[in-house]
C-alpha cells in the first residue's frame, strides 16, 4: 500500500479520500476495496518517514482536509520501486509445501490435495469470469488487464496441477 499510494501522489496532491477512490476506480473489483483507515495510517508513516508533506487546507463548507504531495525522497521511493523488478512468490508457494511436506510425512494424500486444490482455482476462474463480463460494476481497461491477468495464471496453476497429478499417480 505504501508505494501504491506514493505513486498515486507522484500524479499530483490528494487527500486520503481521494487516494482511496482513485484505487478503487483503477483496478474496479478485481482488487480488495482499499480500507481508508489504513490509507491513513499509511499516510501518516510516509509523512514521518519525510516521503510525502501534508498540509491542512480550508474548507467553507466542511471541515478542514489534509492534502498530502510527495517529496522529493518520496519520487525517488517511487522511481526506485518501478525500476526494480518484481518478486514471484512461486518458490514460496503455499500449496507447494503442502504437497512436498504430504510426500514426506504422509500425513496426507497428495492426490487429494490436488484435486481440493484444483477445485478451489476453478472457483476463482468462474469468480474471474464474473469479473471479465462486468457483472455487477463497470470496469476499466486496467480492471480488465488485471483480471485477465489472474485468470491467465490461474490457468497455469492448473495446468501445473495436472503435471503434479501426472508425476505422482
Request: with cysteine.
Amino acid at each position: 500500500m505504501r508505494l501504491h499510494l506514493l505513486a498515486l501522489l507522484a500524479g499530483g496532491p490528494a487527500h486520503g479520500y481521494e487516494l482511496k477512490q482513485a484505487l478503487e476506480k483503477l483496478l474496479g473489483g478485481a482488487y480488495p476495496q482499499p480500507n481508508i483507515g489504513q490509507i491513513y495510517v499509511t499516510l501518516g508513516r510516509l509523512e514521518q518517514a519525510g516521503l510525502i508533506e501534508g498540509k491542512h487546507v480550508s474548507q467553507s463548507d466542511r471541515p478542514d482536509k489534509k492534502i498530502y504531495e510527495i517529496t522529493a525522497a518520496g519520487r525517488e521511493a517511487v522511481d526506485a520501486w518501478y525500476e526494480t523488478p518484481s518478486e514471484t512468490p512461486r518458490v514460496r508457494d503455499d500449496f507447494f509445501m503442502k504437497l512436498a511436506l504430504a510426500h514426506l510425512t504422509g500425513a496426507a494424500d497428495q492426490i487429494n490435495l490436488i484435486n481440493k486444490q484444483r477445485r478451489h482455482y476453478l472457483t476463482l476462474m468462474r469468480a474471474l469470469s464474473r469479473l471479465e463480463r462486468g457483472d455487477g460494476e463497470p470496469t476499466g481497461r486496467i480492471a480488465r488487464l488485471l483480471v485477465e491477468g489472474a485468470s491467465l495464471h490461474l490457468q497455469a496453476d492448473l495446468d501445473w496441477l495436472e503435471r503434479c497429478q501426472e508425476e505422482l499417480e
